[in-house]
């Protein structure tokens, strides 16, 4: 017992030491092999930061390692990359983005939404439907000091340990929030078109993703956004867009 409980509290010192690196002034560049370079809005989803690239594909943005950029582009793919110890330690980051393809207009396959799983007994009604980042991080496990009690009982799950130490949870934890991101951004998408953010709302167009991902950190809107009212949730970026071009104008002067 005294072995175990040494076991125990050395992986519980190494989870609640361990060491994080410092952020640093990342110099990347964007390469394509078709596709303006220019203008890419890169944004650090861990301390917020954002920025974006030149006529050249250079960008600069403060990052430390497992910290997640994302790269996006009226005109190239959407991109994520995890920062990693190596990337720091290079003169210039190299990210490669490929152009956007030209998307067929939608085709309905299913006329009939009311037949599926649950309709013909295959799955029974109300069974969760989990996201892939969310199964990941069902499969890792998620490390609780209360499962220190399965000792007692001869029973302790050493996975969901083994995992906080490596960090495999904490990085799955943090694409699960990059993935609830990802889904209110299509999400947007789906409901406004450019012009509308362009026109109405009367952000610059280059500002666009940026305003949206800006939208998306608010929770009072993603609430919103959750419940698909397209009114209430149009109504709330009226209010946001307001302080987003004055964020923008005093960035400017």
């Given amino acids: 017992m005294n072995k175990t409980l040494l076991f125990i509290l050395t992986l519980l010192y190494q989870i609640s030491f361990c060491q994080t690196t410092d952020e640093k002034l990342i110099h990347g560049r964007i390469m394509a092999e078709s596709g303006n370079v220019e203008g ?7 301390n917020e ?18 910290d997640l950029l994302v790269f996006s582009s009226v005109n190239l793919e959407y991109y994520r990359k995890i920062i990693e110890e190596e990337d720091l330690k290079l003169d210039v980051l190299i990210i490669k983005l490929t152009a956007k393809t030209t998307e067929l207009k939608e085709v309905i396959v299913n006329k009939h939404p009311e037949i599926n799983a649950v309709s013909l007994g295959i799955s029974p009604k109300g069974i969760k439907h989990y996201t892939p980042a969310e199964r990941k991080l069902k499969t890792a496990g998620d490390f609780k000091p209360i499962q220190l009690l399965g000792i007692l009982g001869g029973s302790l799950p050493v996975d969901p340990i083994l995992n906080a130490i490596s960090g495999r949870t904490a990085m799955l934890k943090k694409e699960l929030e990059v993935e609830k991101k990802e ?35 608010n929770e009072n809107f993603t609430s919103v956004l959750k419940s698909k009212n ?24």
């Fill in 230 to 253: 397209k009114t209430m949730t149009d109504f709330l970026m009226v209010q946001l867009a307001v302080k987003y071009n004055e964020i923008i104008a005093c960035e400017n002067e």
């Fill in 40 to 46: 890419v809005n890169i944004v650090n989803l861990v």
């Fill in 49 to 66: 930061k954002s920025t974006s690239s030149d006529s050249n594909g250079n960008f600069y943005i403060l990052a430390k390692a497992e």
């Fill in 183 to 217: 889904m209110y951004l299509q999400q947007l998408d789906n409901m406004f078109d450019e012009g509308h953010f362009v026109n109405y709302l009367k952000i610059p167009p280059e500002y666009v993703k940026g305003f949206q991902y800006y939208c998306i950190e």
